[in-house]
């Protein structure tokens, strides 16, 4: 079993920061790739970023230059790291891991993140 456990989400004014955490224990190997997404009210579930575990990312383009995901492979955790929000960029922001060798995803419980005045 693997438990992906999120931190950090919350209400922030638009212009602020947060950071989001997510943290992978259980029975870890060989992971491909962790990352985020958000699910907006009515909408889809999209990418944000994702970071392999060599170390490439990929951003969507709506949040580039503004967000900054990070790995610490030994704590098997990814970081977001969330600047100059905005209030579109409010949504839930799911945690995502694949492993390399079977290709099993695991999905977080979600954090709500809002940007509001």
């Known amino acids: 079993q693997v438990q992906l456990v999120e931190s950090g989400g919350g209400l922030v004014q638009p212009g602020g920061s947060l950071r989001l955490s997510c943290a992978a224990s259980g029975n870890i190997f060989s992971i491909r790739l962790m990352g985020w997404y958000r699910q907006a009210e009515g909408k889809q579930r999209d990418l944000v970023a994702v970071?392999?575990?060599?170390?490439?990312?990929n951003y969507a383009d709506s949040v580039k230059g503004r967000f900054t995901i990070s790995r610490d492979n030994a704590k098997n955790t990814v970081y977001l790291q969330m600047n100059s929000l905005k209030p579109e960029d409010t949504a839930v922001y799911y945690c995502k891991l694949v492993f390399g060798l079977t290709g099993r995803t695991y999905w977080g419980q979600g954090t709500q993140v809002t940007v509001s005045s």
């Open positions: 970071i392999t575990s060599g170390g490439t990312t």
